[in-house]
């Protein structure tokens, strides 16, 4: 694994906040865009979960694969009873709190797509690439989260967009806990990896990110940008297989 080349990748994987940042405040989506968004974003973490991370693990053993998905999902299960944080609709009266929330449970949540693009890049570099550009995909409606509140709070457009791209910035860091922790290790510890990284990106979208976007009523629309996000990513499954 070129550790150099990693770290660009996940960089820019994490980097695309910072982009959805910049279109939050260039756009002023409404609430019908960010149903879009936030149901594409499920479809593509769906996807890459299952078709990706799930069926590669898979070649690890059944066993491997099975508690991999299994501790990933109940870690952030726990996780989310110790740093529970703020979903965008829940409040509206104090919005710099609100954005501080939503870009604090982003970078929570980001890790795992690091972990996920580190463990992939462990089994072979194409497998790597196309996690990193699901991963980028994925984070930029989440960076369009974080934007909102802030700009309706009032704080600058600069400020507003730094806090936005250092939100990404724990995709880099999953990649390198993957590396250093998983890069010496056997190639089974690695599909391990892929699993927990799938059972963790698994239980974040059916907890957070499904539910977010059918509290603004559409599930319809909800469920076309679901099933877009799954069909981009049987083509980049492809790509990889």
Same mark, same amino acid.
């Given at each position: 694994?070129?550790?150099?080349?990693?770290?660009?990748?996940?960089?820019?994987?994490?980097?695309?906040?910072?982009?959805?940042?910049?279109?939050?405040?260039?756009?002023?989506?409404?609430?019908?865009?960010?149903?879009?968004?936030?149901?594409?974003?499920?479809?593509?973490?769906?996807?890459?979960?299952?078709?990706?991370?799930?069926?590669?693990?898979?070649?690890?053993?059944?066993?491997?694969?099975?508690?991999?998905?299994?501790?990933?999902?109940?870690?952030?299960?726990?996780?989310?009873?110790?740093?529970?944080?703020?979903?965008?609709?829940?409040?509206?009266?104090?919005?710099?709190? *609100? !954005?501080?929330? =939503? &870009? @604090?449970?982003?970078?929570? %949540?980001?890790? #795992? +797509? /690091?972990?996920? $693009?580190?463990?992939?890049?462990?089994?072979?570099?194409? *497998? !790597?690439?196309? =996690? &990193? @550009?699901?991963?980028?995909? %994925?984070?930029? #409606? +989440? /960076?369009?989260? $974080?934007?909102?509140?802030?700009?309706?709070?009032?704080?600058?457009?600069?400020?507003?967009?730094?806090?936005?791209?250092?939100?990404?910035?724990?995709?880099?860091?999953?990649?390198?806990?993957?590396?250093?922790?998983?890069?010496?290790?056997?190639?089974?510890?690695?599909?391990?990896?892929?699993?927990?990284?799938?059972?963790?990106?698994?239980?974040?979208?059916?907890?957070?990110?499904?539910?977010?976007?059918?509290?603004?009523?559409?599930?319809?629309?909800?469920?076309?940008?679901?099933?877009?996000?799954?069909?981009?990513?049987?083509?980049?499954?492809?790509?990889?297989?």
């Amino acid at each position: 694994m070129d550790l150099a080349l990693l770290i660009l990748v996940s960089l820019l994987a994490g980097a695309a906040t910072g982009l959805g940042g910049i279109l939050g405040i260039l756009l002023k989506p409404g609430e019908r865009s960010l149903v879009l968004g936030l149901g594409f974003s499920s479809g593509v973490m769906l996807g890459v979960t299952f078709l990706i991370l799930v069926w590669e693990s898979l070649k690890g053993g059944f066993l491997l694969s099975f508690s991999g998905f299994a501790v990933g999902s109940l870690a952030f299960l726990l996780l989310d009873f110790v740093l529970p944080h703020m979903h965008i609709i829940e409040s509206r009266s104090n919005l710099f709190r *609100l !954005g501080v929330l =939503i &870009a @604090i449970g982003i970078a929570i %949540h980001d890790l #795992p +797509e /690091g972990f996920g $693009i580190g463990s992939g890049y462990g089994v072979s570099g194409d *497998l !790597g690439m196309v =996690i &990193a @550009i699901a991963v980028t995909l %994925h984070n930029i #409606p +989440e /960076g369009i989260a $974080i934007a909102i509140p802030f700009h309706f709070y009032g704080m600058s457009r600069l400020k507003t967009v730094l806090i936005s791209f250092a939100a990404g910035i724990s995709t880099l860091i999953g990649a390198l806990i993957a590396f250093f922790f998983l890069g010496s290790a056997s190639e089974k510890l690695m599909y391990s990896g892929l699993a927990f990284a799938a059972g963790a990106m698994f239980y974040i979208t059916v907890n957070e990110l499904i539910p977010e976007a059918h509290k603004y009523g559409n599930t319809r629309l909800t469920g076309l940008a679901v099933l877009a996000g799954l069909l981009v990513t049987f083509l980049l499954a492809q790509v990889a297989a």
